[in-house]
Structures are given as structure tokens and as C-alpha cells.
Antibody
Framework: QVQLVESGGGAVQPGGSLRLSCVASGFIFSQYSMHWVRQVPGKGLESVGVVSDGGTNTYYADSVRGRFTISRDNSKNTLYLQMNSLRVEDAAVYYCVRDREGPNGLDYWGQGTLVTVSS | DVVMTQSPHSLPVTLGQPASISCRSS???????????LIWFHQRPGQSPRRLIYKVSNWDSGVPDRFSGSGSGTDFTLKISRVEAEDVGIYYCMQGTHWPPTFGQGTKLEIK
């Protein structure tokens, strides 16, 4: 069965950096685009960005472009989100999500990893 | 960005009764390939979202057929024919036609 397991969340000060990882299993990872989506606890959902199946193409939300970088290592079935220059408003649960029946056909979601940003 | 507007925000429903959620987009969701990339998710408390419906009206695997999606262009609807206790939670619509994908604000379904 499809599994997506995020890790790397934690507490960081404004201006700091964090790298999230998402390990995929149960499907051929290299055949799917992958997204990061975030959710402030108790609030709505916001797309962060997407990386193509081969890793060559990425797209970002305006709110994170230039600060966040999405990458992947298909040999390790792993998706990454490098977050730099973190702001208080970046605090959220970050989910990795598979893309099927797209464009942006988000289907399976990981359990999420919590990022807190405060001084 | 495309704005997705859901109604109602809160939906109290009696077990066994039908429920309906509306989702409207600020732009047409018809993609250049002719398909409409409108998705419905269900999120139970403390859980990740689960996709129920994709491309307006297609069921994901394991989704009960009491759920149905319909609509076109900018107006879409999720219907539950007979609400069951496990249906509580928040329902989100999402458009994937335009970048970035955007979500409605959610509709909280609760049992009366």
C-alpha cells in the first residue's frame, strides 16, 4: 500500500533553516510528481510546491519562492523540502502528497510533520 | 490565484439524511486537455486529508458510493446520499487546473 512518511520537523527561530524529508513506499516513486502542502493547525490547506517525476521541474507558491527548495532522490524514494529564511507565518504541519490524475491531482498524503517558528 | 469558495461553513446533519456541499471557483477549471481538475477531500480530526473524488465526479478506490461529485466550469457539488457517523470531519474542494493548486476554506460536517 502507498505510504508517505515525513520527518525533519521541529522548532526553529525566525530566519533559521530546516530540511524536511518524505520517504515513499508502495508505489514506483520515480513515476510521480510530488507536492508539499502545509496546514496551520485548525486552519486551511496551502500548496507549497511541486517537483516533477524526474526532478527537473519545480513550481512554488509565491509565499515561499526564493526561500524554499523542493528536490528528490529517486534512488532513495525520498522527497525533500529545504526551508530557509523561515518566518513565523511558515509554522504549520507540512505534508508530502503524491500527484496522480493531474495536473495537481493530489491523492495520497503523508501523516505530516510539524514545523514551529518562534523566537 | 484561483479562489475556491465553499458553502456552507458548517453542516449539521441527521444520521441517514442527505448532505450537500457547494464549491465555486473564481475562474473556469476546464484545463486545455478538456478535463476539469476539481478534487474533494475529507479530513477527520487528527488525520491527513483523504481524497474522495477527482476530476469532478470520479471515485477514488474504496470510497463509498453514497458520495458523489458533480458540476462544471466554476460550480461544483459534493453530495452524500445518506450520512453515516464516519462521515464527520472537514470537507475541502481543491482545484488543480491552475498553478498553484488552491483549496476551499472547508466545510465542517457534524452529526445533529
Amino acid at each position: 500500500q502507498v505510504q508517505l512518511v515525513e520527518s525533519g520537523g521541529g522548532a526553529v527561530q525566525p530566519g533559521g533553516s530546516l530540511r524536511l524529508s518524505c520517504v515513499a513506499s508502495g508505489f514506483i516513486f520515480s513515476q510521480y510528481s510530488m507536492h508539499w502542502v502545509r496546514q496551520v493547525p485548525g486552519k486551511g490547506l496551502e500548496s507549497v510546491g511541486v517537483v516533477s517525476d524526474g526532478g527537473t521541474n519545480t513550481y512554488y507558491a509565491d509565499s515561499v519562492r526564493g526561500r524554499f527548495t523542493i528536490s528528490r532522490d529517486n534512488s532513495k524514494n525520498t522527497l525533500y523540502l529545504q526551508m530557509n529564511s523561515l518566518r513565523v507565518e511558515d509554522a504549520a504541519v507540512y505534508y508530502c502528497v503524491r500527484d496522480r490524475e493531474g495536473p495537481n491531482g493530489l491523492d495520497y498524503w503523508g501523516q505530516g510533520t510539524l514545523v514551529t517558528v518562534s523566537s | 490565484d484561483v479562489v475556491m469558495t465553499q458553502s456552507p461553513h458548517s453542516l449539521p446533519v441527521t444520521l441517514g439524511q442527505p448532505a450537500s456541499i457547494s464549491c465555486r471557483s473564481s475562474q473556469s477549471l476546464v484545463y486545455r486537455d478538456g478535463n476539469t481538475y476539481l478534487i474533494w477531500f475529507h479530513q477527520r480530526p487528527g488525520q491527513s486529508p483523504r481524497r474522495l473524488i477527482y476530476k469532478v465526479s470520479n471515485w477514488d478506490s474504496g470510497v463509498p458510493d453514497r458520495f458523489s461529485g458533480s458540476g462544471s466550469g466554476t460550480d461544483f457539488t459534493l453530495k452524500i446520499s445518506r450520512v453515516e457517523a464516519e462521515d464527520v470531519g472537514i470537507y475541502y474542494c481543491m482545484q488543480g487546473t491552475h498553478w498553484p493548486p488552491t483549496f476551499g476554506q472547508g466545510t465542517k460536517l457534524e452529526i445533529k
